[in-house]
């Protein structure tokens, strides 16, 4: 397929999520998480793998699962408190007293990103490494920080922000006007939203759905971007709520969305060129059940599935640095001539 036709596909796609998201916003993102998610997860952390990680050294990779790892160890252990026991000395310290510091292994995987892509050196790799660790100590005690590395970075920048910045550098190389429709099409889609006329009543959600929602916590993130825009402080959430429903149609779209953009840019990025039948086998097999696991038990799927959800969003940080660098280099260069 070409590249103009694939353009044109995801201008199809951007208004299908659209759509979808304000028909059944709660519906369709539990829905894209479970099975469109787990998918995206696996194709594209052998993509990258195949890719070297975008980055030449070997130490990028121990950080990026050393981050995920940690990450994703303190809602695993509070997800079965019937297997590890709340009441353990190592369970509390992990849970309660290392959790809050756990953003920073965010904030520096991100600042790592930025060391092995932009500079060669491992002197200067490493300096600025050292300079995010200081960072991360002082950022620790400003709130704003841990909302946008703790909330927004894994979740709506990953999923919305980045998304926009891969369609922008993608489309460089082309130029094609449809392609940077696209990227004007997802900056307006808020705009859209607020706009949206939403009655409550036709929002009705069913016992199952509210449960799931709660019960993973997904209402943080709806929470934190209400307090984020100035409407809130961030500590309530209402499924009856215009304002929640609307937050609602745009996190809905953007994961949505998301997932369908990597899927429909297969033939362009040629992730697939590598794939082998055992490798396809693999992620396939690996796929259903992870699907199965989020049918059976929401909970169960989504704390089991988060260190690889974890892992692709930190194995992403080397493309999204790229992606920023070269639409920089884009900009001056055109203002230049």
Not at 84 to 102: A, C, G
Not at 112 to 140: C, D, E, P, S, W
Not at 283 to 297: G, K, P
Not at 300 to 327: A, D, K, Y
Request: aromatic residues 18%.
């Amino acid at each position: 397929m070409k590249t103009q036709q694939i353009d044109l596909l995801n201008t199809v796609l951007i208004l299908i999520s659209f759509v979808l998201a304000y028909w059944l916003p709660f519906e369709l993102f539990l829905f894209a998480y479970a099975v469109l998610g787990p998918l995206h997860y696996f194709t594209e952390i052998n993509w990258i793998r195949d890719k070297n990680y975008f980055i030449a050294s070997k130490f990028w990779i121990y950080l990026v699962i050393g981050a995920a790892l940690l990450i994703s160890i303190p809602p695993l252990l509070l997800a079965f408190p019937t297997v590890f026991s709340n009441d353990s000395k190592i369970v509390l310290f992990i849970t309660n007293t290392l959790s809050p510091y756990l953003n920073a292994c965010l904030f520096l995987t991100i600042v790592g990103a930025v060391a092995f892509t932009v500079f060669q050196k491992k002197r200067n790799q490493y300096v600025l490494l050292a300079m995010g660790v200081l960072l991360a100590v002082i950022f620790h005690f400003l709130s704003i920080y841990h909302l946008i590395v703790g909330i927004f970075l894994p979740t709506i920048i990953h999923v919305y922000i980045f998304t926009i910045l891969f369609m922008w550098y993608g489309n460089l190389k082309n130029h094609y006007k449809i392609g940077y429709l696209n990227v004007v099409l997802m900056c307006l889609v808020p705009i859209f939203i607020i706009l949206l006329s939403v009655k409550p009543f036709d929002y009705v959600l069913s016992y199952n759905t509210r449960a799931i929602y709660e019960d993973n916590a997904f209402y943080i993130l709806n929470a934190k971007i209400s307090q984020a825009i100035g409407l809130t402080d961030g500590s309530i959430f209402s499924f009856e709520g215009v304002l929640f429903i609307k937050i609602q149609i745009f996190i809905a779209f953007a994961y949505t969305y998301h997932y369908l953009n990597w899927f429909s840019k297969t033939t362009v990025i040629g992730w697939h060129h590598k794939l082998t039948q055992k490798r396809s086998m693999t992620i396939i097999l690996m796929w259903i059940t992870s699907v199965a696991l989020y049918f059976y038990n929401y909970k169960i799927g989504f704390t089991l599935l988060l260190f690889l959800s974890f892992v692709h969003v930190l194995m992403e940080f080397p493309l999204n640095v790229i992606s920023i660098r070269g639409i920089g280099q884009s900009i001056f260069n055109s203002n230049k001539s």
